[in-house]
Nanobody, 127 residues
């Protein structure tokens, strides 16, 4: 099991930027693809972005493509989400999680394919 801790959320005006971090405990971080999800009030938790173990492949939800960038630093056991051109509809609690299967490649957007969820960090975008 991996413990994940998100940080970097906050209140920002529309058009602004934030950088989220997800720090993992233990020595297995580099063995798994990782993902970012978000959950707005009254809505289901939804996929935001995914990054492969060695950062070769990244995948994004259509709603954030071109505005958000996922990255990771395996030496620091840390994953990032750079969020630019933020919109009010990006307001949500953002969560990081690791893939349940170290062998899985390609896109994986379902939350049931991820585990070890962090506690989340709130992002609020004002109009």
């Amino acid at each position: 099991q991996v413990q994940l801790v998100e940080s970097g959320g906050g209140l920002v005006q529309a058009g602004g930027s934030l950088r989220l971090s997800c720090v993992a405990s233990g020595s297995t971080f580099s063995l798994y693809a990782m993902g970012w999800f978000r959950q707005a009030p009254g809505k289901e938790r939804e996929f935001v972005a995914r990054i492969s173990r060695r950062s070769v492949s990244t995948y994004y939800a259509d709603s954030v493509k071109g505005r958000f960038t996922i990255s990771r630093d395996n030496a620091k056991n840390t994953m990032y989400l750079q969020m630019n051109s933020l919109k009010p509809e990006d307001t949500a609690v953002y969560y990081c999680a690791r893939d349940t299967n170290p062998q899985r490649t390609g896109v994986a957007t379902s939350r049931v394919l991820y585990t070890d969820w962090g506690q989340g960090t709130q992002v609020t975008v004002s109009s």
